[in-house]
């Protein structure tokens, strides 16, 4: 069995507005590989539980949602597409939602987001 996925950042990926917010903006185009007949699982998970940090430390933390195709769950605690067979260079977008803070402290913002790929 081989089971692949690889994500393509978006240009938004580094120009969020936290100011006016931001709704369904794509930051990655995912791209799932797997020839298991029986499907697969993409898991994608938050490494600081759907928010957003700065390196000020004195700047709050910023929570976000984020949607990916047919997943189920959040990014806070974890986001789960099921595949029922193989595919081959499936795509879809994980989108961003991201709200409105007028009173955001400028800094960078960031956030890990890891992807897995498991057979069934």
Do not use: H, W
């Not at 917010?21 to 898991?43: F, H, K, M, W």
């Not at 933390?61 to 047919?70: F, I, K, W």
């Not at 081959?88 to 890990?112: C, E, H, K, M, V």
């Amino acid at each position: 069995m081989s089971c692949t996925v690889t994500i393509a950042a978006t240009a938004k990926t580094t120009s969020l507005d936290l100011k006016a917010g931001e709704q369904n903006q794509s930051v990655g185009v995912i791209t799932e590989t797997c020839n298991s007949s029986s499907g697969y699982t993409v898991s994608i998970s938050s490494r600081n539980g759907g928010q957003l940090r700065s390196g000020d430390a004195s700047a709050p933390l910023t929570s976000y949602t984020a949607s990916y195709d047919d997943a189920t769950g959040s990014i806070a605690s974890g986001l789960s597409a099921i595949r029922n067979g193989a595919f081959f260079g499936r795509t879809g977008n994980l989108l961003i939602n991201i709200p409105a803070n007028a009173q955001a402290i400028a800094s960078n913002y960031s956030d890990s987001i890891s992807l897995v790929i498991a057979a069934k």
